[in-house]
């Protein structure tokens, strides 16, 4: 069954602080692998997109990793800001035009 | 704004109501998306147009729930005698074809049945 699970379910952190978003998937086949930004009440947007053979992303002060061996993705987020309070979502495509979503990270950044 | 727009942001009804949202997507995406979202939950896939086409829709859509795309740019998702347990909040997305392309989602429809 093609599943996406993610980890923590929520976070919270101070300001400044550093953190990692974990994503496990059994989506088979892969395509590639995306990281949301879900701010509350808003409909996500995209962060990072990744295919098989590309181990790291950056966008800023978000950086993703993947390694489809394991079937494992992670976010990482330096220096985090208050505004980047929000739900992180890993999303798999398995070479259709679907797309498997994750329940999401729900982070807090606390002054 | 050439983003996805959703219309309304908000809807109240009643049990057994019927409500219906509009999805206008980016106009030079074929791919357009319903999904529904309950709170701490990711999306769930609803249905998928192609253009015009309905091209699958999910086990998670009854028969209370209906979407069309008539010309292959907006469109529509009505529920029919609605239930406490379609509240939730229902997110549009489009795309142009191809594996790599960017999925972009509107702001939602939050809908709440009373």
């Known amino acids: 069954k093609n599943q996406v699970e993610q980890s923590p379910q929520s976070l919270i952190i101070l300001e400044g602080k550093n953190c990692t978003l974990q994503c496990n998937y059994t989506v088979s086949p892969f395509s590639n692998l995306r990281w949301y930004k879900q701010d509350t009440g808003r409909g996500p947007v995209s962060l990072t997109i990744m295919t098989f053979s590309e181990n790291t992303k950056s966008n800023g002060r978000y950086t993703a990793t993947l390694d489809a061996d394991t079937k494992q993705s992670s976010l990482h987020i330096t220096a985090s800001q208050l505004s980047d309070s929000a739900s992180y979502i890993c999303?798999?495509?398995?070479?259709?035009?679907?797309?498997?979503f994750g329940t999401g990270t729900r982070l807090k950044v606390l002054a | 704004d050439t983003g996805v727009s959703q219309d309304p942001r908000h809807k109240i009804t009643k049990r057994g109501q019927n409500v219906t949202f509009r999805c206008d997507p980016i106009s030079e995406h074929n791919r357009l998306y319903w999904y529904r979202q309950t709170l701490g939950q990711g999306p769930e896939f609803l249905t998928y147009?192609?253009?015009?086409?309905?091209?699958?829709k999910s086990r998670l859509l009854s028969d209370r729930f209906s979407a069309e795309r008539p010309k292959g740019s907006f469109s529509t998702l009505e529920i029919q005698r609605t239930e406490q347990g379609d509240s939730a909040m229902y997110l549009c997305?489009?795309?142009?074809?191809?594996?790599?392309?960017?999925?972009?989602f509107g702001p939602g429809t939050r809908l709440t049945v009373l």
């Open positions: 147009f192609q253009n015009e086409a309905q091209l699958e």
């Open positions: 997305a489009s795309s142009e074809t191809g594996l790599l392309n960017e999925q972009f």
């Open positions: 999303v798999v495509r398995p070479g259709t035009y679907k797309y498997i």
